[in-house]
């Protein structure tokens, strides 16, 4: 109680060093992990267990409440995974981005759809599809050090400062459109034209095409109304 000191409920115990603590946005739950792989979603209030503990692969170095609260996000120090932990039921459900370097920093837009992280080397920003893991937009490389992303409240903006250089980079973010999914032939066709694919993380990955591959999507196409 921050008017008289006195704890408030029972302590929250690790079997080892915490790595990472965050409450929720009515300050009803925290989230706490540790080097052991384990989080643990409580009661602000008694200290208990909300759903049983979640033990991850890796150890955890960031905890962040979706704003809506129904989903803990949680960034692993060695294999650059994120897992959304649902807060209601304990489900998790992992997404690998492919962010190549461990995460420094994550933030939310104000609809829980897209996610904007920090290298934690580097300071290049990648913004993803919170439904997809897909990357939507090419990483943002500020000049100097940079070790937070941050949505302005509309969600059109991305915010960062810089380390070394003392100053803040704003970066326009595209909407979020959401439309029906591409044909899978138009995306054969592309592929076959422009000889390669997309990664997820935005690099063109060579992949031959062969007549036989041609010949199937000329197939395809011959088959549409």
């Given at each position: ?131 997809t893991g897909q990357l939507l937009v090419e990483p943002l490389t500020p000049a100097g050090n940079r070790f937070t992303s ?30 029906a999914p591409v044909p899978g032939w138009i995306e054969r066709l592309a592929t076959a034209v422009a000889g390669g694919t ?28």
């Amino acid at each position: 109680d921050v008017a008289t000191g006195k704890q408030l409920g029972e302590t929250v115990r690790h079997g080892s060093q915490i790595t990472g603590i965050a409450f929720n946005s009515e300050g009803t739950r925290l989230a706490s992990g540790a080097v052991g792989r384990t989080v643990r979603l409580t009661d602000a209030a008694t200290g208990r267990d909300v759903v049983p503990p979640i033990k991850l692969h890796a150890t955890p170095n960031i905890l962040r409440f979706s704003r809506d609260d129904r989903s803990l996000t949680i960034p692993t120090q060695s294999n650059n995974e994120v897992n959304f932990w649902d807060t209601r039921t304990g489900a998790l459900r992992t997404l690998q981005l492919s962010n190549e370097k461990p995460v420094t920093a994550l933030d939310f837009d104000r609809d829980d759809e897209r996610i904007a992280i920090s290298d934690a080397t580097d300071g290049r920003i990648r913004i993803w599809s919170t439904a997809t893991g897909q990357l939507l937009v090419e990483p943002l490389t500020p000049a100097g050090n940079r070790f937070t992303s941050t949505f302005s409240p509309d969600g059109r903006y991305v915010l960062s400062y810089g380390l070394t250089n003392n100053t803040v980079a704003i970066w326009p973010v595209p909407a979020l459109v959401t439309t029906a999914p591409v044909p899978g032939w138009i995306e054969r066709l592309a592929t076959a034209v422009a000889g390669g694919t997309i990664s997820a993380t935005g690099e063109f990955l060579p992949a031959p095409i062969t007549p036989a591959a041609f010949a199937a999507v000329k197939a395809e196409l011959a088959d549409l109304p």
